[in-house]
Structures are given as structure tokens and as C-alpha cells.
């Protein structure tokens, strides 16, 4: 579930430069479009790709009308994400209430499943599957489509790409789209995990930043490899120290800033 | 000289304006501190910083629980929790350095967050969500600070003697080489300086005043929760750097006042005040990036060459 | 005693060998002049010597000491100085106190935290800009003079650290001739207490200026020795002109 989250910000911090903070907030803002469109249609998997759409949607216009005034400057792009950000949260309070609201668990995922001499929860390991599955249809999208060439391109040195005749507005924008619709369709596939409540961007933001941190800016290997390793570290740290689970959370990637300013996959130090 | 004008017209306050508004003033004092702070990073180190609240929160904390916990008296409370601070600003500067610019920026907002994350959850230290209430304001040299005028002269001193310091610092020979460092680090470590070493010592110094700068806070609210740690307030003081020019000294301070006038007016109104801090902060950016004070200093030249 | 000693001096970007193997010498007082064709390595030889780009293999010793290992500041307060085929200054402050930065990079003083940037910085900046005949400018912002001039300024930092090592980063670029004229003196009148080793692409004025010439060719020394000797090195021809 980190993975989907932070595949987005790494991709729009890797290519774009732009740190994305209003990232959590999109998540939770998936989520509770999710918990809206669940009311009529109780799919959980539609909730998330109407979920998805909307935010992209969304991403798409911020992108388009805001950030794009602002190319370069890398601190105010950081500020307005913010800003958008806080817009979101009050906006999602305001529409949806200050109540946790859960999202239920798909009926066929309820059930545990037993492996290897473990109990799984059924849906735990479907996220799961879902995350290597995004994993590699967005790895194929880098190295085998020719999309996926033209953002890499755009990636290393967006003024040759775009001297070439690609065009990396649109790429931009079509890039943050995509970044915005992982974040929230994972928010709705991470309800019923999680549930949709105020606070929930910050609650993921920090986390995704840790896992990019930790992984490496604009390297898909790296957000997974992130994702992994902070979820594992979490769920042990939490078992242990229940009181400082958070600063456990944050060990892995302070050592490895330490010995790795870019990351343990990362294309730049950031 | 404009600044002992100030300094006058700001002592005289109390005399004409009535509690709210001295107690305002105390507000936006303890906030410009805060806001100056974050400008010796930003404008003249050139390290944009969203986790500063992290100081001002952990010194609150730190006087807090010295005061309830062990039941320090103040003048003991107060340098050791500065103190303590101050260390946790080296460690931290040693980790968020590693990188600049960005990942600067992103070090310092995970490392602000785990604190809040914290407070929030060791709630054997903090009562969590409680906060920590029933705390006493100092009273240096056997003075009561409990009302507004002889807080808010305690607080003016403070801010003024911090605001001095913070001049001195800019303005020495170490200011012009942060400034240098800011500019063009390459060529500066090619002059010989050290300019990560720079960089930390300036971030050490900016956490020591946001310390300060927390410890007048939680002597104003004789209250401390873990929103005072949280993104928005970093932002908050962010926000009030950036409103009122960076690369300025009185640039902090005019935001500070902004922000702290722009939230009372508008709290009354609206209920949403986070909405409305998020729209400011895009407005700021998008038409106004270089902030009030600057224009105001074009404007006045441009007036000043016409006549 | 050799100012300047780099031994098998490797740097690779990616699997691109930028300096593939480089090996050179110049002696104290030595003025040496490295030409090759764009995409030499010239430049990144300079940043291997100042620690810019951390090398990958081989050693840098100056006067005898190795400071391959050392941070770019530590080389400068060794006595190595530099300037940029960019011009890197500080555009909105005076030449004066672009100057007197230079002055305070080596100084204890520039820890100070108090006082202001004590007033005889400036007064040896007003020297130092004397110097190069700049001092009619030396309170005008370095936004505000031409080009020329601010080339000047930048040698006139380096040799204000008077330092014992100065490498000269295609010091006559983008120049018109009076400048370059100017520009060529102001090397010319260097000290010999300083070695200068020099980048170049203007072959005219900088083969006037140099003692010895190397020539470097996809990162490596091809030819080596006083200008008559490399300009009758068929080698040399090889390299400019391809035959």
C-alpha cells in the first residue's frame, strides 16, 4: 500500500522535480471520494479507478494552471502544493465530516488465508499483489513504451527531449496525472485498511516521503524497495515500542541518508 | 534609526490599545522571533526549512515537562531546555544537510514530523492529545508576568535583544560569508570556505531562536499541545518569511504580523482557518513571490528618486 | 621541487573515461598551458584538482603534499587557487567586496559572528582591484561592468589569496582583443612565486604566455614540451586537425 503511494511522489519528485506535498492529501481526498461513490455502487475496486480518475483529474488542472506558472521555482512549487494541500484537507472536512468513516472490506477478501504455516488477512496480501502488480505494469511503462521512453527522456534532460520534438509540458502534465491517480486509487484500496479520516494526508504524507527518501528519487525499484522496507520496519517497530513506533520509522532512512545522500536506488541526491 | 522608532511606538502600545490587542501584540512578538528564525535559514542561508516548528514545539515541551515532572524552577528550566533544543538542532542539521535545496526541505519536514507524530503517541510524557496545561509563567527578577503590559514588555525585551542578535549575526563578517555560501556555494569553497560547516552552524543557531522563540510561547499560552510541532505551524512561520520578504531583516517581522492579524480577523469569520492559510500561501507564491517588505522598499525608492 | 605532481589520474562518468590516464609534472614557477580539442578533459582535470569531481583513481600532490583526499576548501588554504570558465561572482555586490570574500576565505576572521566585515578587508580589495586597474570601479555592483572587467575581477580574487598554485580556466574567453590584451598582461605580470597552470583555446596569446605546453587528447597527455616542440609534433597536427 506505501508502494502505490509513494510510486506517485517519486514519480513526479524524479521527473518533475516538483516535491508534491500536496500528495497525502490526495490520497485521503481518494479516499473519501471513494466512501462517496461506495454509497451507490458497493465495489470496491470501481470505487478506486473512479477514485483514481478524479484525482488525476484534479492533478491534472493543479498542474496545468498552477504549478505551471510557476517552472522553476522550486520553493514556491513546494509552497503551493502546501497550500493546495491544506485547501484539500479543510475542503474534505467541511464535505465529508469530522468522523473516521471505514471503508468495508470486499466480501470475497474477508476470509483469512493460510500460507506457509501463517494467517494472512485475505486482503492484506491482495493489496499486496496489487502493489507488484501496478509495480510492473509502471516498470513496463518506463522501458518498453514508447511513453514511457519519452518521460525518461524527459527525465535526464528535459530541454534536449523537448528540442527533439518531445513534448514535455504535456508529458508533465499527463506524468502528474498519473502520480496524482496512484494516490488516490490508493487511497481508496488502502480504506479499508486505514478508513478515510481527517488527517489521514498527514498521517501519509511523512510516509511517503520517508519511503522516497529512503528509496531514492525517481527510481520505481527504489519506492518499492522503500515501501518494503519501512512497512517491514514498521509493523516490527510497533510490535516492540509501541510508544516510539514513529521515530522507528524514521531509523532506516536516517541511516541510509547518512551513508547514501541519493538513496538507496535514487538517480540525484535530492 | 527606523528601528528606534519602532521600538518606541511598540513600547508605547499598551498605553493606548487594550488588553486584546497587547496580548495580540505579545503574539505577534514570540511569531516574528519564530518567523526571524526561519528567515537566517532561508533568506541568508538559502535552505528553505518546513520543519521548524520542531524547535519551538520541543522547547515548549522540554520547559513544560521540566516544570510539571520535576518541578524545575524556571531560571533552570529555561537554559536547559534551550539547551537541549539547541543539541537536538545539531543532530538534526547534521542528518537534514546531507542534502540541499529539495531533499534539504524534505529532511527537515520528516524529521519535524516524527516529533509531532510523538507527542502525539508517548502519551505517558505528553498526554497526547490533552496537552500539557497548568504550567506557570516565569517571573524573573520577582516580577508577575500574569497580566498582558508586563508580559508584553517581558516578551518586547526578549524579541528585541533576539532580533538585535539575530543582526549582529547577518550582518558580521560570518553573515557575509553565509550570504556568499547562499549565492554561489562553488565558488565559495574554492575562496577556502567551509560551507557545509557554515550551513550547520547557522542551522544550529537558527534552532537555538526558535527555541527561544518556544519557550516565549508556551510562557504566553501556560499551555502546550502537539499541533504547536505540526506541518501547519511550520508553514505558518514559513508563510510569514515569505509574506514579508526573505531576504530582509524587518521582512519577518512584518509577515509575522500579517499572519497573526489575517488569522485573528479572519478565526472570526471563518471556520476553516486552514483553507484559508492554504489560499494565502498560493496567492503569496503565484503574485507576490518576493513578498511585502521588498515592495514596499522599490516603492519607496521609486517615490524618494521622483521628488 | 615540483609545485604540482598528478600521477595516473583516472575519472570516469558512467562508462565514459573522461581523464583516462593522465600523468603530468610542472615545476615551481612554471607557467603551463593545456590545449586539446573540446571534450579533452581539460576542464575536468581542473575540477579533479580543485575537488570539485572526487577522482576515481590516482594521486594529486601538491608541493610534495597529496591532498587528493582533501575538500576543495582544505586545497585552497594548501595554496590553490582557481577561476572559472563561467564567471561565478556575486552579481549584486560591489567588486570591492567580491574581492574581499576572496580576502576572508583564508582568514581567521571570517568565523566572527559579531562584528561587522572589518574595514581593512576592503581597504586591501581597494589594493588588490588597484592592481588590475580596476579600482575606479571598485564600489560599482559586478552586475554593473563589462565583461572584461569582471574576467578581471576574477583573477584578481585568485591572486589575492596569493596563492601558490593558480589554475586559469580559459581565462581569454568570450574577450574582445583590447581585453584580451589586458586580460594577457595582468597573467604576464604574475609573480613567479605563483605556479599558473592555464586552459586555453586562443592559441596566439596563450602560447606567448607559457613555458611549457600540454596537450590533451580524450583524456589523455598526448604531447608534452616547450611550444616548439609541440607545435613541430606531428601528433599536435594529428589531434587539431584530424590527419
New interface residues.
Given amino acids: 500500500m506505501l508502494f502505490l503511494l509513494a510510486a506517485g511522489f517519486s514519480l513526479i519528485f524524479g521527473l518533475m522535480r516538483i516535491a508534491n506535498l500536496t500528495h497525502g492529501a490526495l490520497f485521503m481526498l481518494g479516499a473519501y471520494i471513494g466512501v462517496t461513490v461506495m454509497r451507490y455502487v458497493p465495489n470496491l475496486w470501481l470505487a478506486a479507478l473512479a477514485a483514481g480518475v478524479a484525482v488525476a483529474l484534479f492533478g491534472g488542472l493543479l498542474e496545468r494552471f498552477i504549478l505551471r506558472k510557476l517552472g522553476g521555482n522550486v520553493l514556491g512549487q513546494v509552497l503551493v502544493t502546501l497550500g493546495v494541500a491544506f485547501i484539500i484537507a479543510d475542503a474534505c472536512l467541511v464535505g465529508w465530516g469530522g468522523d473516521p468513516i471505514p471503508i468495508p472490506t470486499p466480501p470475497t477478501l474477508q476470509a483469512p488465508v493460510r500460507m506457509a504455516g501463517f494467517v494472512f488477512p485475505a486482503y492484506r496480501l491482495a493489496v499486496v499483489v496489487i502493489a507488484v502488480a501496478v509495480a510492473i505494469v509502471l516498470y513496463l511503462l518506463m522501458e518498453r513504451t514508447r511513453l514511457g521512453a519519452m518521460i525518461r527522456a524527459g527525465v535526464d534532460d528535459p530541454q534536449m527531449a523537448s528540442a527533439v520534438g518531445i513534448p514535455v509540458s504535456r508529458l508533465f502534465t499527463i506524468v502528474f496525472c498519473l502520480g496524482a491517480a496512484l494516490a488516490g486509487a490508493g487511497g481508496v484500496i488502502g480504506g479499508p485498511i486505514m478508513s478515510a479520516y481527517p488527517g489521514l494526508d498527514s498521517d501519509m504524507l511523512p510516509l511517503a516521503l520517508i519511503v522516497v527518501i529512503l528509496g531514492g528519487v525517481g527510481s520505481l525499484l527504489g519506492a518499492f524497495a522503500g515501501a518494503f522496507i519501512t512497512g517491514f520496519v514498521y509493523t516490527f517497530g510497533v510490535a516492540l515500542l509501541p510508544d516510539l513506533a514513529y521515530v522507528i520509522l524514521f531509523l532506516p532512512m536516517i541511516v541510509v541518508i547518512a551513508f547514501r545522500p541519493r538513496g538507496l536506488f535514487g538517480k540525484f541526491a535530492a | 534609526m527606523r528601528w528606534i522608532v519602532f521600538i518606541i511606538l511598540a513600547a508605547l502600545l499598551p498605553l493606548v490599545a487594550g488588553e486584546y490587542y497587547v496580548n495580540l501584540s505579545s503574539q505577534i512578538v514570540i511569531f516574528a522571533v519564530f518567523a526571524a528564525s526561519i528567515n537566517l535559514l532561508l533568506g541568508y542561508g538559502g535552505l528553505?526549512t518546513?520543519g521548524h516548528a520542531a524547535y519551538l514545539g520541543v522547547a515548549a515541551y522540554f520547559s513544560a515537562l521540566l516544570q510539571l515532572k520535576l518541578h524545575y524552577a524556571h531560571w533552570l528550566a529555561a537554559p536547559l531546555a534551550v539547551a537541549g533544543t539547541t543539541a537536538m538542532g545539531c543532530a538534526f542539521g547534521l542528518?537534514a544537510l546531507?542534502?540541499t535545496?529539495?531533499?534539504f526541505?524534505?529532511?527537515t519536514?520528516?524529521?519535524s514530523?516524527?516529533l509531532w507524530?510523538?507527542a502525539y503517541?508517548?502519551?505517558?510524557m505528553t498526554d497526547g492529545d490533552n496537552g500539557l496545561r497548568g504550567l506557570q509563567r516565569p517571573m524573573p527578577f520577582g516580577l508577575d508576568l500574569n497580566q498582558a503590559m508586563p508580559f508584553y514588555y517581558f516578551t518586547l525585551v526578549v524579541g528585541v535583544i533576539a532580533i538585535w542578535l539575530m543582526a549582529?549575526?547577518v550582518?558580521?563578517?560570518?553573515?557575509?560569508?553565509l550570504k556568499?555560501a547562499r549565492?554561489?556555494p562553488?565558488?565559495?569553497?574554492?575562496?577556502?570556505?567551509?560551507?557545509w560547516l557554515i550551513r550547520w552552524i547557522t542551522f544550529v543557531y537558527a534552532s537555538f531562536w526558535g527555541a527561544v522563540a518556544g519557550l516565549l510561547f508556551v510562557y504566553y499560552h501556560k499551555y502546550i499541545h502537539p499541533v504547536s510541532l505540526?506541518?501547519?505551524n511550520s508553514?505558518e512561520g514559513?508563510?510569514a518569511v515569505?509574506a514579508g520578504g526573505s531576504g530582509t531583516l524587518a521582512g519577518p517581522i512584518v509577515g509575522a504580523a500579517i499572519v497573526l492579524l489575517l488569522k485573528n480577523w479572519a478565526s472570526a469569520y471563518i471556520e476553516?482557518w486552514?483553507?484559508l492559510?492554504?489560499?494565502?500561501?498560493?496567492v503569496i507564491?503565484?503574485f507576490m513571490?518576493e513578498g511585502v517588505v521588498p515592495g514596499f522598499q522599490r516603492l519607496w525608492k521609486r517615490f524618494v528618486s521622483r521628488t | 621541487m615540483e609545485a604540482l605532481r598528478i600521477q595516473n589520474l583516472k575519472k570516469a562518468f558512467g562508462g565514459l573515461p573522461a581523464i583516462a590516464d593522465v600523468s603530468l609534472a610542472v615545476e615551481a614557477g612554471e607557467r603551463r598551458l593545456i590545449i586539446g580539442p573540446n571534450g579533452a578533459g581539460k576542464t575536468t582535470l581542473f575540477n579533479l584538482l580543485t575537488g570539485d569531481l572526487p577522482r576515481d583513481a590516482g594521486s594529486i600532490e601538491l608541493f610534495g603534499a597529496e591532498v587528493s583526499r582533501l575538500a576543495t576548501h582544505s586545497r585552497v588554504h594548501m595554496g590553490l587557487a582557481r577561476t572559472y570558465q563561467i564567471i561565478t561572482l556575486f552579481p549584486k555586490d560591489t567588486l570591492e567586496h567580491n574581492v574581499a570574500l576572496s580576502l576572508l576565505g583564508l582568514s581567521r576572521s571570517r568565523w566572527s559572528m559579531f562584528g561587522r566585515l572589518p574595514q581593512h578587508f576592503y581597504a586591501e580589495a581597494g589594493a588588490v582591484l588597484a592592481r588590475v586597474g580596476l579600482e575606479a570601479a571598485a564600489k560599482r555592483p559586478i552586475a554593473e561592468v563589462a565583461y572584461g572587467e569582471k574576467r578581471r575581477v576574477e583573477i584578481a580574487m585568485a591572486l589575492a589569496q596569493k596563492p601558490r598554485v593558480l589554475l586559469l580556466d580559459e581565462p581569454l574567453a568570450g574577450l574582445s582583443r583590447e581585453e584580451r590584451a589586458q586580460v594577457k598582461g595582468l597573467i604576464a605580470g604574475i609573480p613567479r612565486e605563483t605556479t599558473v597552470v592555464m586552459i586555453e583555446h586562443d592559441m596566439d596569446t596563450a602560447l606567448d604566455l607559457a613555458d611549457r605546453i600540454t596537450v590533451l587528447h580524450y583524456g589523455r597527455v598526448i604531447v608534452e614540451g616547450t611550444r616548439a616542440e609541440v607545435v613541430a609534433d606531428p601528433k599536435t597536427r594529428e589531434v587539431y586537425l584530424g590527419h
Fill in positions: 528553505p518546513l542528518i546531507r542534502a535545496g529539495l531533499g526541505l524534505m529532511l519536514l520528516a524529521l514530523q516524527v507524530g510523538t503517541r508517548w502519551v505517558s549582529r549575526f550582518n558580521s563578517s560570518f553573515g557575509a560569508t556568499g549565492d554561489q562553488r565558488r565559495m569553497e574554492a575562496l577556502g570556505y567551509d560551507v505540526s506541518l501547519a508553514a514559513l508563510l515569505i476553516r486552514n483553507m492559510l492554504g489560499f494565502v500561501f498560493v507564491v503565484v513571490p
